[in-house]
């Protein structure tokens, strides 16, 4: 079996999906998941943590260039994101794979979707909230490849502007191995990113189109669930993604059987399941409403924040 690390540097206040990303890291306990933080991570089996103060990994990164990065900020630790396994070589260096991702989410079974014949191609996903690359130095070094029409590494690390260079659809890192290295490549949109409040409050997914849905993660499965013509329907997803939702309440009591729904994380019911799933699922449109007039008056007032 191929070993995989996930790289999580982090510095603040943990999101309100935290408890709920570590339960279900836990239960993928053949991936490792490793901190570079100031937040209060208890290392675990599989979860690695360096503690460390956000100056301290600045240094780390400015380290590894012979040109002077901006890092000015947490936020700008995205644009970094395809450079993780070449500025942390020495704490990956055991892996076959390392990848990063996002803490506001919820994991299924990850082997069951990323199998020894997936784990043959490169890079794999390719989306801000979850990738992995192999740990070669080919691929960890890739980012820093210039082709035509497509950002340029250094001119994404010395700005202090969000340059979006680690994501699809601004000629970034993702773009370049689309498009350029197609072969090398396992896109397949097996994850299910959950619609942003103010694009519908209730989920909808964005990768796979179901709407009106909410996931059940049991053991270390995660499945999306919808109603479709009265009937109850169920999708297996590699993980689910939740920006947008500081909101949240996590009010789960036994994490080996939960419910997360658009505005809170809850045990599992033991009663009446059928009509409870069937209310959590349903249609929340004044809500939407809500929060697309919201996002309008901030953004007039000018009170909207840049990360």
């Known amino acids: 079996m191929k070993s995989i690390v996930i790289i999580f540097p982090y510095f603040g206040k943990l999101p309100v999906q935290y408890k709920m990303w570590r339960a279900s890291a836990l239960q993928n306990p053949s991936v490792s998941f490793m901190f570079f933080t100031d937040a209060d991570v208890e290392p675990a089996k599989n979860i690695i943590v360096h503690k460390m103060l956000f100056g301290e990994f600045q240094q780390l990164v400015q380290k590894a260039f012979d040109f002077d990065v901006v890092l000015d900020r947490p ?29 506001d989410l919820v994991y299924g079974d990850i082997r069951s979707f990323l199998t020894d014949s997936v784990l043959k191609y490169k890079f794999l996903l390719g989306w801000g909230h979850l990738t992995l690359l192999h740990n070669d130095e080919d691929t960890n070094t890739y980012f820093m490849k210039q082709v035509d029409g497509y950002q340029n ?27 350029c290295r197609p072969e090398d490549c396992w896109l397949e949109w097996s994850f299910d990113n959950a619609s942003k409040p103010k694009q519908s409050y209730h989920f909808n997914s964005l990768t796979r189109g179901w709407k009106q849905i909410i996931f059940e993660h049991v053991d270390n499965k995660l499945y999306m669930l919808r109603f479709y013509h009265g009937q109850l329907e169920k999708k297996e997803s590699l993980y689910a993604h939740f920006q947008h939702r500081g909101f949240m309440k996590d009010r789960v009591t036994d994490y080996s059987h939960f419910l997360v729904t658009p505005n809170a994380i809850i045990d599992y019911p033991k009663h009446f399941v059928n009509l409870r799933l069937r209310w959590l699922c349903r249609n929340r ?11 309008r008056i901030i953004y007039k007032l000018g009170l909207s924040k840049t990360k």
Request: aromatic fraction near 26%; proline fraction near 0%; include cysteine.
């Open 153 to 179: 590494y250094q001119d994404a690390f010395m700005t202090n502007k969000i340059t979006f260079f680690d994501e699809y659809g601004h000629k970034g890192c993702s773009d370049k191995w689309h498009d």
């Open 75 to 103: 936020y700008k630790l995205c644009e970094y994101k395809q450079a993780y396994g070449y500025i942390l070589h020495d704490y990956i260096k055991d892996y076959d794979f390392w990848g990063f991702g996002d803490l």
């Open 285 to 295: 449109s004044l809500m939407t409403k809500y929060y697309q007039w919201k996002d």
